[in-house]
């Protein structure tokens, strides 16, 4: 695998306006010597394919050739068992807001004691022509409450990770980069970008 990043401008574009997101992978991140960006505000790029993986190329793909550099993206979703594999990639539009979403989850899962579920990431790496380079990963196994436990975004605050013996939201973020699916996903990311930049 080879990567060349331009060490007079060593710029990683954050495909998302998800502020929690960003903060997130710039932790992740800091270990390197590069700048890292979020997309330009007002860009929105329609995630319209059918697989986590799919969404994420999509997006890193578009910016990418929209700003010229780097850029990586992501796609995540909660997968629970006794409903199918729902929410899926639809996780971020399965309600209007997160009290929504969560309550909605509940409610399917009412009376249910079949409740383990996974966090699923998948992180696609794109040059700045819009080649994919680098594409990977990661899945936190858990199960779903019946009540929420901690304040977090989107289902975090629903999602027990027996491994942590706390929910997502409660984790300290070394413990979420360690064993939450995108902290997973993102690791095979930076040792590559370790190589390209050493």
Known sequence: MFIKMNQNNKILMLAT???HKVKELK?????????ICCQPEGLNV?????????????????????T???TLADDSGLEIDAIG??????????????NQKINRILNELKGNYYRSASFNTFISLANPIGQT???????????????????????DSIFWVKEAGMTYARMPE?????????????KAIVRNLKCCLS
């Not at 932790?27 to 700048?35: P, Q």
């Not at 329609?46 to 929209?66: D, P, W």
């Not at 594999?85 to 996780?91: F, K, R, T």
């Open 46 to 66: 329609e995630e319209s394919g059918s697989t986590y993986l799919e969404n994420a190329r999509m997006k890193a793909i578009t910016v990418a050739k929209l």
């Open 174 to 186: 070394h413990v979420k980069n360690k064993i939450g699916s995108r902290g997973k996903a993102t």
């Open 27 to 35: 932790k992740v991140f800091r270990e390197l010597d590069i700048e």
């Open 17 to 19: 306006g998800n502020s």
């Open 68 to 70: 010229g550099y780097w």
């Open 85 to 98: 594999g729902a929410p899926g990639i639809y996780s971020a539009r399965y309600a209007p807001d997160d």
């Open 133 to 155: 380079i680098v594409e990977s990963q990661g899945i936190c196994k858990g199960e779903i409450l019946e009540a929420p436990s901690g304040v977090g975004p989107g289902y």
